[in-house]
């Protein structure tokens, strides 16, 4: 089969033919891909940026982001059949150790992360467990819902554990408008009631916005802080969500965070540094956000199928799969790009 | 009467005669000071740390760690009366806005903080409000709990917001096992099953760790970190309670963390530098800590008046404030020094 | 001036002359009442339900639900004028005592409840404390308002409670779509995504449900139970809110429940009759609500204000409560009555 | 192998020979049973108040609270090997649904519950599955710890869900001192420090309750209520903990709760009968408890393991299993009956 395959560090990955993966394990679900989603977390991957981290050896195929149909089982699996529609949780888990048990799949001691730490979904077919597999509706085409299995859990998952804090007469900040940042609008706009403060330095990401439902656009014009302090009475916003968290983005978010309030970062790529007695004299919670539940992605599902989340694409084909990374590093795609296999 | 007075950053505060504050407003109160503790906020204050965030105008009295005995109060305070023994919620709040609404006492829109940004209570006696009283047992001694009042509810209102996260199996580490430090470490034995780790650079101070109940002790010699990572499999503890933060020991702090666990900052002087990838890809929150709310003290005095929480005092005459303060500042003073007016 | 007093339990209150009520403590406040609610407890109250609980010696001024404009204020208090126009939370609390200290103002050890054990605000002027006011916008009519003071508050407490539990994919049933009920369904609508199924043996209030959001409406016609188990594949709703709780309904709601589900009792009268192995075998759990929090009420305020919680009300002149009382009761009131003293 | 078979309801069960069972799936694990414990719930199910409940086809293996050594392990199973000791969570799970993905163990839509709808643990051998499996240290004696699998885990959930509610200064009434009461009371001086008041109507229970750590204790002599009204100026408690739940102890729970307070529910036998104005106007919330999650045993299991929950039991051969139920019905058990076969 065709796969997307990164054979060194800061060079373009490859197209080129694999072996196709087969259904060993009792659990196993080999998925033939629909839609596989390409994140700016792929150029960090290129960039090396996550090499520690994941301790993948190379060569390997990218991908984790996907949605397509389930090909073939294992003997153990009774929950999906060939031809499911399925779309996928980024972590096969193990589903038997603290974490796991808790319904706390991102923090599993013996997961994988196929597209990060092994291969991934930038191929005609991945290999990945029931334990991934959500079952969807016949009728739903793989690459128009690829984008909320990494994405869209991704910021639905943030929103989700900040609904407590944001009661009526609140105000969020969503840092950046982008793939994650438009999902997070809307998934605000259905879980709670707050006023929904967007920021971004695309004039046209906060056209977006507001036909999602923001309630105020703020333009990152380098007076953003001030434009927060200014829409909030002088005391910043209860929470900010900031997707950006790179080039001071995630210094600024800070500083729009009120007394009390709780910054949750999700984007990443800058440095946060904050005086020990700015976060106690004002008692603020800085929130590390990384993907989402299984369950999570069930919700999200919900909402998308209702209509309440959804999602602006471009699909390219497998064979254009660095079109595609090129585009996102240039800022050529609105939404999210989408390889079709 | 006699007041410890600050004339001047970075010079020593004075003893010297000021007039006696009176019970004018409905629902104030004056306190006859019984025990006004030394912290070494008061030594930051000297400092000029706190002059931009307080915007206190010099001279004034310090100290924001106060318990006595109701000496007068206002014509609509019906909950305590002349005469009454009581400890001292640092912040006399207003009661009607959100915060104070909510129970958050420590962000009251309107409240004052004697001792921080208008005259405190190393003095013969303080103005505060009837909602800062709580009234204890005519026998018990001011000085004896007066460190409850700031150094007692701080590390207590920590540990309760860590509370939740720490079940049967997790582990919590110390790390300072000063005068905030001991009493967390008393807080956890009282309030939760986890397994303590006290991490002190002061051989002594873990040998008192050890009496009041620490399962581990860990000597800050420099590997510190390698030692909390060993007692954990690896993993780094669920939470890290740094009543420190400074020189460093909020770095190591961070890095004692486990994935999906917690770092609640609680002391101050350093700045947190962290890469918002290893946020994110570990999942993890730092928590800032302000003092706490009044229940929060009503709480802890019910461990203390148990005898679950006791304190190691020093005790001085107001007259020897200053003699207080270096024995503070050169690390002289075994848990907490209090001035008896 | 004119008021609504009963003078026996079991007949009908009359309007006559009272004097006014006068500020006299540092925080009383007088309020000219521009709209009193006419609630189904008022009835209750005649028929003596609360005579042992209230413990109110009679004659005495009803009404429960209450807005208006500051006539008269006491020596302390700050917060509002002469002149405001306000809505009142139905309890003038204490604010010291260990339920206010936690937000918690049904709870207070110290609070009057005007309309219910002491005079209320079917009068021309009603004397309540600074803690009761939320200061609204000048241009706000009370009348248009007064209803959620107590009907309002009381089923978006109750939403409020339950927002944990309704994630996306649940199931709400809103037992009931009358003066608590419909407010209870937007609320939902405005906090949720969850599936608002409506219950009520009113064609004509199911059709309103859906107006304002309802996604099924179920007739209970007596196969009500039936039909929400068809609804939910058998399962039962994740929330049930019951607004009625009495004449079997009661009983249905909690037949309504679903495994590890939530059945709140908002409404009253009948007798809850549950086997504890019913309880026990499907871990449900009932919870009771009372009213709501000052802050309760300010955050229904903003939804109010934004549109996104309505009200269907019909005024009356002072002099006509016994006509609203008697509408009332046979059922001939849509929404919520209204004095107009 | 031998097994305690029940033939049909309100006769005995009868010791016969039955085939071994065989790890057939992937995740099958038959456990050799070291202890088999003999609970209430094998007295009800033998008088049938189960048998609609459960469906199970007689004549089947009883016993529900297990613990021994693996002897054979399906292909799948990776967390256990043959001859490890480990205690058995009550339902072996799927892991796969909502419930199971949320950790929420006891709503699994697809578990079995052995020895209540299927064949359980008073047997030579007990198949189950790896997901029931907590593996214990080699030394540990199966039958010394196997009450902690189902009356131990079943205290420990419902203190566990208690925790939140019980800060100090709060009161906890725990209605009942036998099998469960006891852990609960252990489980309650382990997590929080709130104020412990055990009511039993056996004098040498509440001896026994003393030693455990109980703060007071009250002889269910008739007066019970007005005893824990006494302790706590007339409130009532935070929390009650009602281990009985028949013969009016369910009655009394309720009428110990204070305003705003919980009665959790964890016996059964008896009806609740609560007029709803009596839930709405005090705000008490009444929770249904059924066992406790995989998580709550690991939890359950550290406390154990640190000395800090023991186990008074009292072990009788497979083949006194009919002895070991007399004894249990006629009150002659102190503790646990624990069958070794």
Not at 1 to 6: E, T, Y
Not at 166 to 173: D, I, W
Not at 242 to 259: P, S
Not at 291 to 320: C, F, I, S, W
Request: proline residues 5%; hydrophobic residues 40%; contains cysteine.
């Amino acid at each position: 089969m065709k796969a997307v395959r990164l054979h060194e560090y800061h060079r373009q990955p490859v197209v080129e033919q694999v072996p196709e993966p087969r259904a060993t394990g009792p659990f196993d679900v080999v998925v033939k891909i629909g839609g596989a989603g390409v994140c700016r977390t792929d150029l960090h991957i290129i960039e090396q940026q996550w090499a520690e981290k994941s301790g993948v050896r190379l060569p390997y195929t990218i991908g984790h982001e996907n949605a397509g149909w389930v090909h073939e089982i294992g003997p153990g699996v009774s929950t999906v059949e060939v031809g499911d529609t399925v779309i996928l949780h980024p972590t096969p888990t193990c589903g038997l150790c603290h974490a796991c048990r808790a319904g706390d799949d991102m923090h599993c001691e013996n997961s994988a992360f196929p597209g990060i730490d092994c291969d991934g979904g930038m191929a005609e077919y991945l290999l990945t467990s029931a334990r991934a597999c959500i079952k969807l509706d016949r009728g739903t085409e793989p690459a128009d819902v690829a984008a909320l299995a990494d994405a869209g859990i991704t910021a639905y998952h943030a929103v989700r554990k900040a609904v407590p804090l944001l009661y009526p007469g609140t105000v969020c900040v969503v840092n950046g408008a982008g793939g994650l940042g438009h999902i997070g609008i809307q998934s605000l706009r259905a879980l709670t009631a707050t006023t929904v403060v967007v920021v971004d330095r695309n004039p046209e990401a906060l056209k977006l916005a507001e036909q999602l439902g923001a309630d105020e656009t703020v333009l990152a014009d380098g007076a953003q802080v001030e434009a927060v302090l200014d829409l909030t009475a002088g005391h910043g916003a209860e929470v900010v969500l900031d997707f950006v968290a790179e080039q001071g983005a995630q210094q600024d978010a800070f500083a729009m965070t009120r007394r009390g309030g709780s910054h949750f970062v999700i984007g990443y790529g800058g440095n946060l540094d904050i005086p020990a007695i700015d976060l106690i004299s004002t008692e603020r919670t800085v929130v590390g956000n990384l993907v989402g539940t299984y369950n999570d992605l069930v919700e999200l599902m919900v909402l998308a199928q209702a209509g309440r989340v959804t999602l602006h694409t471009r699909k390219y084909p497998l064979d254009a799969a660095l079109d595609a990374l090129a585009d996102l590093d240039a800022g050529r795609v609105r939404g999210r790009a989408i390889l079709t296999p």
